[in-house]
């Protein structure tokens, strides 16, 4: 059978539990920014982070510290023909994001529902709700106008998906928590649940939106998931940064890394 390569599915790593960390003891340790060029230097593609509301991880500053940091390490590696890397900020919908996304000037900004007294986004948006509808047309308008890139968390009902385009948003990431429960009870529920993604993914292709993923993936899932179709980026926090607690952040990058490249081949 023939084979045909697609361009690698980038890993973008959601350094929030590392700030958690951190705020338990209060102090500056472990550091955000030290641990962001550790897993830059290993071969991600970029950093994510969710600075919510009550910085519960992500502050303020840290949001300005990375946004600094990263202007520093591109212009570094640029000047050696390295590509650049990456800055993606998720968040709720609201002015409060809105006024920090357009402070730090990320390349993306992912959109996010977010819930009152939730532990981590478990859910898409649902455009067909004209509140949800409405509260997004004029934020995804200004951060196309500055040229930041917009990502809609979204599940897998594709009948949403021309609302996505009728946003100006560029891209949707697939909410992957679904998917993560049902590889974690076996291989055969894995492999039916990622045939809805499957769909999903060309169905946002054939609207001309590009398609990222987030949400409990791990080397072992991802042996599955990286073959999904039109896979352009994967967010990866909390389970990336648990594997590193064994086996070192360098190791799990480049695991993570040797994963997705051979999600490549179809």
Same mark, same amino acid.
């Given at each position: ?11 973008? @790593? ?6 958690? %960390? ?6 500056? =340790? ?6 962001? +060029? ?38 570094? =590696?640029? &000047?050696?023909?390295?590509? &650049?890397? #990456?800055?993606? =900020? ?9 006024? %920090? ?35 997004? &047309? ?6 196309? #106008? @500055?040229?930041?890139? @917009?990502?809609?968390?979204? +599940?897998?009902?594709? #009948?949403?998906?021309? %609302? @996505? ?41 054939? %609207? ?45 990058? &480049? ?9 490549? +081949?179809?």
């Amino acid at each position: 059978m023939k084979s045909f390569f697609f361009p690698m599915t980038q890993l973008s @790593v959601n350094v929030n539990k590392i700030a958690t %960390l951190r705020n338990s003891r209060g102090g500056s =340790i472990p550091s955000v920014i030290q641990i962001s +060029e550790i897993i830059l230097d290993a071969g991600a593609y970029g950093i994510t982070i969710h600075p919510r509301e009550d910085e519960r991880h992500i502050t303020k500053q840290d949001v300005f510290e990375i946004q600094n940091f990263l202007n520093s390490y591109n212009t570094k =590696i640029t &000047k050696s023909g390295a590509p &650049k890397k #990456e800055f993606n =900020i998720e968040g709720e919908p609201s002015e409060r994001f809105l006024n %920090l996304v357009l402070a730090a000037k990320p390349d993306q900004a992912t959109l996010v529902p977010v819930k009152p007294g939730e532990i981590t986004s478990d859910h898409g948006f649902d455009l067909k709700n004209k509140t949800v509808f409405q509260t997004l &047309k004029p934020m995804v308008k200004r951060l196309n #106008e @500055v040229g930041i890139r @917009v990502s809609l968390f979204m +599940e897998t009902g594709f #009948e949403d998906y021309p %609302l @996505v385009k009728e946003l100006g948003a560029e891209r949707i990431e697939l909410y992957t928590g679904p998917f993560a429960n049902a590889y974690d009870k076996s291989l055969e529920e894995g492999l039916s649940c990622f045939q809805s993604y499957e769909l999903a993914a060309k169905e946002a292709h054939k %609207l001309g939106l590009g398609v990222n993923a987030g949400h409990d993936l791990d080397t072992n899932n991802l042996k599955l998931f990286a073959k999904l179709p039109y896979l352009a980026e994967v967010s990866i926090g909390h389970r990336l940064v648990s594997q590193s607690l064994v086996d070192g952040m360098d190791k799990t990058i &480049k695991d993570y890394l040797r994963v997705l490249s051979q999600g490549n +081949e179809v």
